[in-house]
């Protein structure tokens, strides 16, 4: 199949085509987070008349983005002759989308907001943060302007009697706002400066079940309460667009508390902020609709709806937000909140460290399974993010917590390959290419924490890795974000751009069945009585795993590097441990066109 006119400056007028692209954009894009805004029937009604009315009726800033986002799924995964052209499949177009849009921005209409928003998710997939970043803030101004957020313009009984008689446009304008706080809160990673919704979610109701919204009826009205509940209690018919939205405001509490540097009180006590998060992600986990669930046939039900990706996107999430949580409990990940839990009752911080490895051990068992339903399993960009954080999660506890555990070696050896499989560009790897920078990231880890034979998997420089620089969490002056997280990204390319302007040298790569999860019980004050340091380590994992059927420590095998109790001492005094990740790695918009350029097969080599 000859899949060049992909690459063509103009979206293409022939209707068999424009379909095609159409159809990606429906099964890939629509399905994802709340970015299911569009009343697919309409449009593609409106598409059977020809591009002329499809643009009339949705602008062309609209119409471009969703021609170069089908573009890019369409040759992502269909079997083709490689284009000529350099650039990325869609991105004229997406370009062409994104001009109209800022051109209009001085008149605020929902078309231009679907196109900006939708602009952003192409800028994720090219690694864009800068413009992405920037987009993010024209689309929450304009959904202030267009009174989407608005609970007064909600409750207005003329608005009210609209919405009645025109269901499907009031369900489009709810997901749009929706969208909107998702994008901003997954690229502000909990740092208030970064955020525009820094005093929680809109106070809409949530995105209605998507046979509803095809069918345009109108959908029980549910909302999410203080805690994060939904009110009233969901019915079992509930969409899955709704558990996203609970849980995107969950994850943003999480990523903001654990940047606090005083709590009110400590987060073993049973009131506390932090013991308040964990049991809402518990019971969000317990509130979950049968239809939610990760079984064969909720998967093949799901597949046949385009919504594999959304549910694993929808599992993964959970997960890394409890890892969010609870990883300050593991040395080295000295996020401001991490300092008080210095004192903190061994029992307490021991079922934190196993909590955190329990949801990362979890990530790579979804992993593994979710193969069998090809690539559109992990279509969501932050599938990486929680495979990241995952890695990092399960070598530090193996080596910190429990060095001498050969039997958990070998199991956290067979996660750490399954995660690697999903970041890595190729597998098995490729003599002479070099691996993305996901692994990249993650080989300093590996071969400083006795896990060497990856990591030579992976690294043609061999034990070169063992002397580079590690960083878990970033420093103060980015918020404790990650190198690899989409603001930094993108101050660090502005800064790149200047030394280059001013002839300086520039910034240098760094390398760097189901069971329940293990409880954490709160601590009233009168109960603790010890504090915590690294002497009382095993003592208080023997107590603990004792009661979980934990299996006696035997000899790990001999490892390269550092023993057990070094392995502690390295990350305590690792001097930025923590990274927080809200999108995967990326290479700037240089060098993404200078690696297309000197060989075209970077379009097929970079996938999943």
Known sequence: MDLDWLSEPSIPDDKARLRSLAVAYFDRVHPQRCLGFIHKPTFMHFLD????????????????????????????????????????????????????????????????????????????????????????????????????????????????????????????????????????????????????????????????????????????????????????????????????????????????????????????????????????????????????????????????????????????????????????????????????????????????QQRCRYHASEISKIIRRAREYGPEAFDDHFCNVATFESTKAQIIYCATVRPHDAALRLEVAEDIRTNLSLLAPQEPPVVGKQPSKQVRGLLPLLYRFGFEDIAKEWDDEGASGVNQEIEVVGSAKFDYLSQTAAFRQAAETEMETNRAVHGQPGLQSKRSERQDPPVIDSIKPSDALGSFDGSDMDEANRHHEGSSKYTPERPAPPQQGLEGPDYLNTARNMPDLMWDLPYQPAWSESVFLDQSLEDPSFWWSEVP
């Not at 609209?62 to 490689?82: D, E, M, N, S």
């Not at 304009?142 to 369900?171: I, M």
């Not at 209690?233 to 849980?247: F, H, K, M």
């Open 49 to 352: 008349r020809g591009v002329v009315s499809l643009c009339q009726e949705y602008g062309e800033a609209l119409v471009f983005t969703i021609c170069a986002l089908g573009a890019w799924y369409l040759l992502r995964h269909t079997p083709a002759k490689q284009p000529a052209h350099p650039r990325a499949p869609g991105q004229e177009w997406a370009l062409g989308g994104r001009r109209r849009a800022l051109d209009n921005l001085g008149t605020p209409s929902i078309n231009n907001l679907r196109a900006l928003v939708l602009s952003c998710e192409y800028c994720f997939l090219r690694r864009d943060f800068a413009t992405s970043f920037s987009l993010i803030g024209c689309c929450y101004r304009l959904a202030r302007l267009l009174r989407l957020d608005s609970v007064g313009f909600e409750e207005d009984e003329r608005t009210r009697a609209h919405s009645a008689a025109n269901p499907t446009e009031t369900e489009s304008r709810r997901r749009l706002l929706w969208a909107c706080y998702i994008l901003d809160t997954s690229v502000g990673s909990g740092v208030d400066a970064n955020t525009c919704w820094r005093d929680g979610p809109p106070q809409v109701p949530l995105p209605c079940p998507e046979s509803d919204f095809i069918n345009q009826r109108s959908g029980a009205i549910v909302r999410l309460s203080a805690n994060g509940a939904f009110v009233p209690p969901a019915p079992e018919s509930v969409g899955i667009r709704a558990y996203v939205v609970r849980l995107s405001c969950l994850r943003s509490r999480v990523l903001r508390l654990i940047r606090q540097h005083n709590l009110s009180t400590d987060p073993w006590h049973p009131e506390s902020p932090f013991m308040r998060l964990i049991n809402e992600t518990a019971q969000f986990h317990a509130d979950l609709s049968r239809h939610c669930a990760l079984t064969d046939l909720n998967l093949y039900i799901q597949k046949e709806q385009h919504l594999v990706g959304a549910i694993h996107y929808l599992h993964l999430a959970y997960h890394a937000s409890v890892i969010d949580l609870t990883r300050i409990a593991l040395p080295g990940f000295s996020f401001p909140l991490a300092s008080t839990l210095a004192h903190a009752p061994p029992t307490f911080r021991t079922q934190c």
